[in-house]
Structure formats: structure tokens, C-alpha cells
């Protein structure tokens, strides 16, 4: 095997699909199928599902992608050692997190101090966040999800409460703040499983004995959103992470004891390498 068939290999896996993938590495469609299909012949492994949109990887492939993923970040720390990307001038960093919120005072903080950095920003629910940091996927992230995987490095950098976000024609629009006990029967719009405000939540329905009424589960911030500003049911936010939206109003829970602890983490292994340590210095400071 080659290289050059690991690597396109590795694209496709990590982009998802070969139309993309060639994108990515600037060649034809047909020249990367023939590299993976080159691979797969020449270890007798079937290491991608190929479907109608895209593939996915067979068992043997997550493996390998592991290993990839490992080869390919080792060989892009090389070249921008040698390149000189580890002096002030800029770099590339990919960033993982649970909303935009929190990281983007960073990240403008860390491109005034490197004037050509450049950045990709992935949002998703924190467990998935922290999959993108253990998969080579992003190199920092920001996750409410506490970094006790010995692979992981983290610090804790603030902690926000959390509160209702519901539409202004809510009767709570009106509250300065609502109390626990007032949540019993009430409907709600939740986000899926994996969402640490959702684990918060209802750690703390749980510590009142609270029962609601989940309406409708939907996997992204902006769906949630939209359905509370439609009336759908209630929502719940951090207090950092509300934003604006004339729509919503924010209404603190008064005894909501637990709170949402926001850690900016990588792994271990490359919290030394120079963008790395500045953005998770940075965290602390912003």
C-alpha cells in the first residue's frame, strides 16, 4: 500500500463521500476511487459502505481511520513546524464546540495576537464535541462536558446558569425569574440526548422532584429556537450562551442549584504544540 491511497482513503472517510473528498485533495473523482479501491484490493478489507449520498465506514475502516488520523495530524505538524507556522505569523485551527458563543471572543482574541490565523469552527451537541477531539477531528474545543478521559486535556474557564428562553408572549415573559416548582406539567421543546443543558436540566427537575411535559426533541440550537418562538413549549439556555433574538425572552430558574461548567479542552498529547496552548490559554483570560 501507498501513501497516496492512505490519504485518499482518509479524506473519504473524513469528508464522508468521494464528491467532497476530491474537492478537498483537488483531483478527480474517478483517480480517488481508484486509490481506495486500489487499498481495498491490496489488503482484501472492505473498508467503506458505499451508499446512494455518501459512505460510511465498515468496521475494519473505523480502525484504520483511527490510524490515519493519528498518521495524517503527525505529517501536518511536521509541515508547519518546518513552514514556520509555529512563530506569531498565523496557522490553522480547527475548533470543536457545544456554541458559538463562547469560543468566538477567543478565537478573535488569538487572530489579533496571529494577524493570518486561520480557523474552522464545527458546532454540535457536547459529547460529539469531545468525539471530534478524541478523533483528531478538531484540535481544541469548547464542551460542557468535563474532560475525564485520561487522552484529554482541559481547564475549567466559567460556569453559567441556566434558565428558560420561551417566546414574548409567554406568561413568564414577564417574570424576572420563575422557581422550579412553577415547571410541573409545563411543556417543553428539548434538544436530543447528548446535550449537556438537557443533562443539566434535568438533573435539576430531579432534585425537585419536577415532572414536565416534553413536546418536541430537536438536534439543533436553531430548531429548538424556532419552535419556542412559535409557541411550541418552553426551552432551556445557559445565561452566557442566550444571544438575541427579539422573539425569546430569558427567564432565570431562582433554585436551579446545578450549574454548567464550560472546560476548553485537547488532547493531552498535543497541548503543547504552540496555536493549541495559546487558545487554551486565551480561554482563561477571556
Do not use: W
Amino acid at each position: 500500500m501507498s501513501i497516496t491511497q492512505l490519504k485518499a482513503f482518509h479524506i473519504v472517510a473524513q469528508s464522508g463521500g468521494f464528491s467532497q473528498a476530491a474537492r478537498d485533495m483537488a483531483i478527480s473523482q474517478s483517480t480517488l476511487s481508484t486509490h481506495v479501491r486500489e487499498l481495498e484490493a491490496i489488503s482484501g478489507v472492505n473498508l467503506l459502505e458505499r451508499k446512494a449520498r455518501g459512505v460510511s465506514l465498515s468496521p475494519q475502516g473505523e480502525r484504520l481511520f483511527e490510524i490515519t488520523a493519528r498518521l495524517f495530524q503527525a505529517e501536518n505538524e511536521a509541515k508547519a513546524l518546518l513552514r514556520g507556522e509555529v512563530d506569531a505569523a498565523g496557522g490553522h485551527l480547527r475548533v470543536a464546540a457545544d456554541g458559538p458563543i463562547l469560543p468566538l471572543p477567543i478565537l478573535s482574541r488569538l487572530k489579533a495576537e496571529r494577524p493570518q490565523l486561520t480557523f474552522s469552527l464545527s458546532v454540535d451537541n457536547s459529547a460529539r464535541v469531545v468525539e471530534q477531539i478524541i478523533d483528531y477531528r478538531a484540535d481544541v474545543a469548547i464542551t460542557a462536558r468535563a474532560p475525564d478521559d485520561p487522552r484529554l486535556y482541559g481547564i475549567k474557564f466559567l460556569s453559567m446558569r441556566i434558565g428558560l428562553c420561551v417566546s414574548v408572549s409567554h406568561p413568564f415573559a414577564q417574570r424576572d425569574g420563575v422557581f422550579m416548582v412553577e415547571l410541573e406539567g409545563i411543556s417543553f421543546v428539548m434538544r436530543e440526548r447528548g446535550s449537556r443543558t438537557r443533562e443539566i436540566f434535568e438533573k435539576n427537575l430531579a432534585d425537585h422532584g419536577i415532572s414536565i411535559q416534553r413536546v418536541v426533541e430537536i438536534s439543533s440550537r436553531e430548531g429548538v429556537r424556532e419552535a419556542i418562538a412559535n409557541g411550541v413549549g418552553c426551552g432551556v439556555v445557559a445565561d452566557l450562551e442566550f444571544g438575541h433574538d427579539a422573539r425569546l425572552c430569558f427567564v432565570p430558574l431562582r433554585d436551579a442549584s446545578e450549574l454548567i461548567d464550560e472546560y476548553a479542552i485537547c488532547l493531552a498529547e498535543r497541548r503543547h504544540l504552540p496555536l493549541v496552548r495559546s487558545f487554551i490559554e486565551l480561554s482563561a483570560r477571556v
